[in-house]
């Protein structure tokens, strides 16, 4: 179909050069027999147009045609189409009814579309285009058995045009309401065919809206034999798959690459990616680098090869193949340059990854680079340098929220939670709603034992998001930590794991809350459930001292232990092991 912006000067010119000065339709067969000079040179086109309609253009249909192509232009295509459709009743010309139906089927309206070609197949019988259009929109609309005159007629009359027929069966076979009759009626079509690939696709899309596998199976079987280069198929039924059943997707395409060993690189590329999906990252990494031997040069190969070894932690190579990446121009460049500013920032190479941060464009990635260059500044002591690199940036509110939390976290590790809490309340003058800077402005109150400020923040969290299982749980171990209203921070922490039971952080707050209530055996279950989910220095401590406190002490000092050796400047760690002495 053409575009609708750019057809309105073509189409009048057409239709004024149709109708003007031309007999109405009653006198069509008198009109058909003029003996003047213009009829005397005609010429070819004239012999396509012998069946228009010849007729005075009125004033009604140079009106219909300029009001509904203006229409049209101003988001009115649904309308234009039915005032297109009455012109073509009307004056019987066919290239109304096919005006008619681009309008509709822009427009989404498949019934309106179905009657519009309808009348330009009526019109235009000798109209292959108008057949085709018409027998893919009843496909689409899910009228696949009324369509068949349409298809017999189009195999019958253009039998080379077999292949794309049975393609959009293919495609187009889920919307069918008809599941049975339509796999009688499609399989009856192939049949004829038996060694053309594409019928053989038709029936397996059919078999595959019916469940049956078998069928299925045994038309792959043949495919593999009579079309082992053509890829669309099996491409098709990894799709599906992967959807519903990942590992179902790996063994189909492992066994038809086995018997397609010519099939196209984008089929065989689509292994590993399945394999990466289910985080299957070695193997994955194994075929991606057969692959890459064969292709050398590829682009996406070395990206994708580059990508998965920096995620199995081998720097060098994700390094080397990220880079010839580049070289060979991948489309995502900036994406490539972030990931060696961060291999370089692994590496402890500060100048590379400045380096390669500031190659990143203003795109996506353009943000968190900047991001990150700027936390490498206040890293360096220059936290006025990073704050200012950050200010002009951020170009919508989800944005600037988020540059605002980089900023006070950046203060935050400079140790200056007064600047951070300045940062973050400014921030709220303009987003005053915003949970995130609610409770990162909570967190910052907390630290610096504000307890007043820090429950105002997340009460008035809570009044924008009231089940948030991180608000409650953050209000509720505030309270405990910093007043002994331990039954109310029961409260918010029980709905906290309530709405989120699983969750390790909970699970230490209610463990903690229960021992400041006394309940030390109810205290270990949680404390240890959390442990066990996440091996973090606090959770440590909490759990080292409900052991001591309950005469458990040499396990409390093995457990401190470990968890000094993996964060040995842990703050609240190091607090419980020296109050406690052990």
Known sequence: MKPLHKTLPLLLILLLSGCAGLKPPAAASQAAVHDNAADDEASASEDNNARLPRMDLTPQILYGVLASEIAAQRGGAGSSSATYLDLARQTRDPRLAQRAAEFALFS????EASRALALWVELDPDSQTAREQLFITMLRAGKLAESRPLVETLLAKEPGRAPDVFVQLARLASRQSDKAGATALVKQLASRYPALPEARFAVIAVAAENNDNASMDAEFDRLALVAPKWDLPVAWQVDRLRRVDLPASIDFIRKELARRPDAGLELKMAYPRLLVAAKRYPEARTEFDRLLKQNPQNADLLYATGLLAYQLRDLDTADVRLQAALAQRHPESDFISFTLGQLAEDRQDKAAAERWYSQVGRGQ??????????????ASGRLEAGLARLSTLGGNEQERIQLAMEQAQMARAAKQNERAYAILSQAL???????????????????????????????????????????????????????????????YIEKALKADPDNPMILDSMGWVQFKLGRNESALKYLEKAYAAMQDAEVAAHLGEVLWKTGRQQEARALWSKALEREPDNEALRETMHRLNP
Not at 108 to 111: C, D, I, N, T, V
């Open 108 to 111: 989404g309206q498949l019934s």
């Open 365 to 378: 990635q353009y943000l968190p680079a900047q991001t990150r260059l700027a936390a490498m500044d206040a």
């Open 429 to 491: 003058t303009e987003y005053p709603r915003s949970p995130d800077l609610l409770y990162d402005r909570a967190l910052v109150s907390d630290q610096l034992g504000n307890l007043g400020n820090a429950e105002r923040d997340l009460k008035a969290l809570l009044k924008e998001k009231p089940d948030d299982p991180q608000a409650l749980n953050a209000l509720g171990y505030t309270l405990v930590v910093r007043s002994t209203r331990y039954q109310e921070a029961l409260s």
